[in-house]
């Protein structure tokens, strides 16, 4: 029986209306760039709702295993496996043969020279890039309320935000590091043992019985490819609003070093996108299904708002600079997102702030234009893009004694 999507029988609440008005222009401007309609077809539809019912089989199975073996076993045995090679583990178990046959099976379409222009497109922008990670990425996952469950359980943005935030800035690091994703590199090792710590903080949500199964499955497909998509096409879009200007081969370049990362991860090449159309198509995707936002997006927003800044000290100076980058950040979330979004994650309305991006935009444009025009400035910006993020993630390190083994919460928050 043929249906439209609009007629699909939903199994998980959580799914939205693709057909919702507010959607319309996305979906006119998408076929103007693009010549095709992104609309989600009710095959698609059906695919999107089975993933997110899905985890990710091989990571689960490695955590049922740490399960089995006497407590730290397990997360030897993966060390051990990722420093020196499955062969290094006298009778592995299955289950990590299993993985690391998947994660050393290199992909046929992997090119790494596009790893490297992807890496040094990364670092190129300097700060920008987290702030747009931090407060558009971030922030605009909040906005689909059963997306961010996991987070709110675990307490691990609201209660610990300023380590968890330098735990996700050691992760890109490590991954957006030229050659960093090479198989005996930091960039792979911690691709794995991420894509390990979901899947313990899956199976202790699972085991809790605490989880909503409307919500969809915990850390599902879906939504690991949707904070893919945070990484690379949200990323690009975020700063293309700001004023950066970006080749179609350096962003195609972002595109495959995030679907690389996404496959070390776990995520289904079906959902993968292989190119910048078929991003912007499950990015489409992905705002077409995303769930109403509810009492854990104003939580989350708020407390993200309130991590404490860059510009961070105790003098009068350094907390007035501090205040002022607050307000910026909040800022650049409602001209990203959109005053309705503002407003539902708690964010300050200031106009000034708000209205300071778009007019530096020109500025940032002509600097734009003179880098591509001047021998060797392009160099120099990546130089000091990974100088300065370098020096900032140690110091963040240092003031929230962070954790960066990828260790997981023991406990739930509520």
């Known amino acids: 029986m ?49 993933h997110m019912q899905m985890g990710d089989a091989l990571a689960d199975a490695v955590v049922q295993m740490y399960k089995d073996l006497p407590t730290g076993q397990g997360r030897k045995l993966v060390d051990q496996a990722l420093e020196q090679g499955i062969a290094s583990v006298d009778n592995a178990p299955q289950a990590l043969i299993d993985l690391f046959a998947q994660i050393e099976d290199e992909p046929i379409w992997l090119d790494r020279d596009k790893l490297k222009l992807g890496c040094d497109v ?29 987070l709110v359980f675990t307490g691990q943005l609201d209660r610990m935000t300023p380590r968890r935030l ?18 005996d590199q930091e960039g792979f090792k911690s691709a794995v ?18 989880w909503n199964s409307e919500w969809g499955h915990p850390l599902n497909q879906w939504d690991s490819m949707a904070t ?47 190119n910048e159309e078929d991003s912007m198509r499950a990015l489409y995707h992905v705002m077409a299904t995303v769930c109403e936002p509810d009492e854990d997006t104003l939580k989350l927003g708020q407390s993200l708002a309130k991590a404490p800044p860059t510009l961070d000290g105790d003098t009068p100076v350094m907390k007035r600079l501090g205040t002022i980058e607050q307000t910026l950040r909040a800022g650049y979330t409602r001209y990203v997102l959109g005053d309705v979004a503002g407003d539902r ?3 300050p309305n200031n106009r000034a702030a708000k209205y300071f991006w778009p007019a530096q935009v020109p500025l940032r444009v002509g600097s734009e234009l003179l880098r591509k025009s001047i021998p060797g400035a392009n160099q120099l910006l990546i130089k000091l893009g990974e100088k300065a993020a370098a020096e900032q993630f140690l110091q963040r390190i ?9 260790t997981p919460v023991s406990s739930l928050a509520r």
């Open 345 to 347: 994650l708690g964010l």
């Open 398 to 406: 240092k003031v929230t004694r962070a954790d960066t083994s990828f």
């Open 166 to 183: 330098v735990e996700t800035g050691k992760f890109w690091m490590d991954v957006t590091t030229v050659g960093g994703l090479e198989r």
């Open 228 to 274: 893919i998509l945070e990484f690379s096409s949200i990323f690009l879009t975020g700063l293309r609003a700001m004023g950066f200007l970006f080749s179609k081969r350096e962003r195609e370049a972002v595109i495959h070093l995030w679907r690389y990362v996404g496959y070390l991860m776990g995520v289904e090449e079906r959902v993968l996108p292989a």
């Open 122 to 150: 990364s670092r190129r922008v300097g700060p920008f890039g987290e702030l747009v990670l931090r407060n558009m990425a971030l922030m605009g996952g909040y906005l689909g309320g059963a997306a961010a469950k996991p």
């Open 193 to 210: 043992r991420v894509r390990l710590m979901h899947a313990q903080v899956r199976r202790m949500l699972l085991d809790s019985g605490k």
């Open 2 to 50: 043929n249906m439209s999507a609009s007629q699909h029988i939903r199994y998980v609440s959580r799914m939205g209306d693709p057909n919702r008005r507010q959607l319309k222009p996305v979906r006119r401007l998408f076929r103007l760039m693009y010549g095709s309609d992104p609309h989600p077809s009710a095959a698609q539809m059906q695919a999107i709702e089975r």
